[in-house]
């Protein structure tokens, strides 16, 4: 005997008495029919309701030949009438993002001549793969309309129809389909063969937010939120952008354009700061004039800074020049020889000691260590003769 489905028969069912018909332990969980439910079964790209029956947990829930399978923490008595209850907002967030799906599919898929080919509603956001190289500017114009028609509240429509209308209707399916078919129409947007669960007008979507719309295959996987999840992430945003622009010293509205200042801002000073270190590091390299083999600690620098003092320094010096640069236990290093003699055998040596990671050739290498300077130092002490 099929179990009765209530989910179809009203979404908004939160509560509701059912018969146990049987009850089987199954490895650590135990496998549940009753006579009516209202806990979704996963299925269409839609997770499954969680929630309680009489006094143990819902933890999945499946069906099989229209026999809907609860698989519970615990056993309940067959015969017995218990109280099943769903995870209300687990459920309604997850009408919220397939009714947002169906509105934006439906006009992607109505405008630009594409199908959806993938659809996976996720615990974090909602992704949706379709047949067509679709742009961000439509993508948007897409969310834009779908979000008109979310705030018309429009009433969403829920038909089985005869093998005959199904034959005349225009409607989108992922799968040929057999038997009696479910089909659910969002005016103006979406008709759609599909057995998941709906808000009952668009207006109870509240919101369509398209995050990204990338490359995928012969098409575009779009990331989207609907209802409170894009509410929150809004909200999230916007208090980044607050903060980020009273740090600027602008409205959260003039961000981007406060943002490109400090951009080049910086990279004039990047330029200017280049130039002080060239000024610096050939006085440092006149210093080590003549010296041979050269070791020298510098306070943190960045490893394209680091090497071009080693490269100074090594043109002064006539031998290697061994610049470290940092802190504590950690450096970074540029190993330089004016030669360009084969360094590997040293750098091989020198990450071995000194825990480091790096290399080169040609006389030239890059790379860090996790060693204090003393370290440091013993190590060139025991390499002297060698180098």
């Known amino acids: ?19 146990v018909l049987s009850c089987q332990a199954a490895g650590e969980v135990w496998k549940v029919v009753l006579d009516q439910t209202a806990f979704f079964p996963e299925g269409g790209g839609q997770p499954a309701d969680l929630g309680i029956l009489g006094a143990v947990r819902v933890l999945d829930v499946h069906e099989k030949d229209g ?5 519970c923490s615990g056993p309940l008595a067959e015969g017995e009438t218990v109280m099943g209850k769903i995870d209300w907002n687990r459920r309604f967030d997850h009408m919220q993002q397939h009714s947002g799906e169906h509105v934006l599919s439906g006009i992607l898929c109505g405008d630009y001549h594409c199908s959806n080919v993938g659809f996976h509603l996720g615990a974090e956001t909602v992704t949706i793969d379709y047949n067509a190289d679709i742009s961000w500017e439509q993508a948007l114009a897409a969310e834009a309309k779908a979000n008109r028609i979310i705030w018309e509240n ?19 399916s992922k799968k040929a389909l057999t038997g009696q078919v479910r089909i659910v129409t969002f005016p103006g947007a979406d008709c759609c063969a599909c057995c998941g669960t709906h808000v009952t007008a668009t207006g109870q979507v509240g919101l369509v937010k ?8 012969e098409g575009v996987r779009m990331e989207i939120l609907c209802g409170e999840r894009a509410f929150r992430y809004l909200a999230e945003v916007y208090s980044q952008a607050r903060d980020i622009a009273q740090g600027l010293s602008a409205k959260p509205a003039e961000i981007t354009a406060a943002v490109e200042r400090v951009k080049e801002e910086l990279a004039t000073l990047k330029i200017r700061t280049a130039h002080l270190e060239e000024q610096v ?17 510098q306070e943190p620098l960045r490893p394209d800074s680091v090497r071009r003092l080693s490269d100074a320094v090594a043109k002064a010096c006539g031998g290697l020049s061994a610049v470290f640069a940092g802190e504590g236990d950690h450096f970074a290093y540029a190993l330089v020889r004016a030669d360009a003699a084969d360094i590997s055998p040293l ?18 290498a890059q790379g860090s260590v996790q060693a204090s300077q003393k370290e440091i130092e013993g ?5 002297k003769e060698a180098l």
């Open 1 to 19: 005997m099929e179990t009765e489905k209530l989910y179809y028969q009203d979404p908004f069912i939160q509560s509701f008495p059912a018969q």
């Open 67 to 71: 026999v809907v399978v609860h698989s």
């Open 154 to 172: 429009r009433e969403v429509e829920i038909t089985y129809p005869s093998p005959a209308e199904l034959e005349s209707l225009e409607y989108r």
């Open 210 to 217: 398209i995050l990204s719309c990338q490359k995928f295959r």
């Open 281 to 297: 590091f050939a006085d440092i390299a006149r210093e080590n004039a003549g010296k041979g083999n050269v070791l020298l600690f």
């Open 347 to 364: 750098v091989k040596a020198l990450n071995a000691a000194l825990r480091g990671r790096g290399g080169g050739r040609n006389g030239f």
């Open 379 to 383: 190590f060139f002490q025991a390499q």
